[in-house]
């Protein structure tokens, strides 16, 4: 997995390494409009040199100036507030009276910075809490997927998570699959690939994706999947795609999509019925797989299917391959 946290930690932990001084700074809250989410991060060196994001760059500049004509007077986390008042917000771009709140914190071995992307490395989701008195991290795994999203500031204490939150399961080891799984990975999913067929195993050679030999509809059983899940087939061989589609589809997957053709689908629809997959749960197949982009090549081909699951994780109304094919305009 490489993350957008991930990168940030990492390049902090190295300047730390380094021997140079770092200081992190976290989204705690927003009110109206903001470019940033809470939660987003951005690491400064001593010298002004930065990673990440927590806005659109006028806040980054004003917080490289004060880190060094205004150095920091303890070793305590503290609030940063830009936009409270109408000058201000317009000043760093804050549109329509826009406020960001942001934690300030000075990074030191207590930081658990380490620890923290070791686990995140293994596949884990971690919540980091700080407590701004105190300067106190403390870092526990996150029970269930449901609660990976979170990201809370009362005024005392910044709890924030890290590493994925979200999953995918990809069904065949083939050059598409590698794109996806890339395309994936920066997604923050945490992605295993499915392929019973020892020639495909063989030429997978991919890190940070699990890579497993059951038969994908176990493997579908064996995962459970949730609302925070996602499996697409990818092999175009029936007796690998259809039995775990049939699986996915009566789980709570918030996304199951198949490549191959029109006709294909349309096929395949057919033979899930006879399987006793319902004409609802069929409907939510989206076959052909991906977004109206265009593209032709693997990488291509990947970045409609990494579209598409972006716009249903959202909720986004979007133009797909099944909609186009179709003759729709738009749909939801």
Sequence with gaps: MHSVDREVLETALRWMSEGRRVQLYTVATTWGSSPRPPGAMLAIREDGQLVGSVSGGCIEDDLVYRLQHEPPADALPEVVRYGVSADEAHRFGLPCGGTIVLIREPLSA???????????????????????????????????????????????????????????????????????????????????????????????RMQNVALVRTMPDDTVIGMRPDERMAVVALTHDPKLDDLALLEALGSRAFYVGAIGSRRNNEKRRERLKLLGVSDAAVERLRGPVGLHLGGRTPPEIALSIMAEMTARRHGLPVMSLIDVEAGKTLVS
């Design 110 to 204: 207590a930081s658990g910075i380490a620890d923290l992307l070791e686990a995140m490395c293994n596949g884990q989701t971690m919540r980091r809490t700080v407590d701004l008195h105190t300067g106190h991290v403390a870092t526990t795994q996150v029970a269930t997927p449901a609660e990976a999203d979170v990201c809370t500031f009362d005024g005392a204490r910044l709890v924030t998570t890290h590493g994925p939150g979200w999953r995918l399961l990809l069904i065949g080891a083939g050059q598409l699959t590698q794109y996806v799984a890339s395309i994936a990975l920066t997604l923050d999913y945490a992605v295993t690939v499915c392929d019973p067929r020892d020639e495909y195993r063989d030429a997978w």
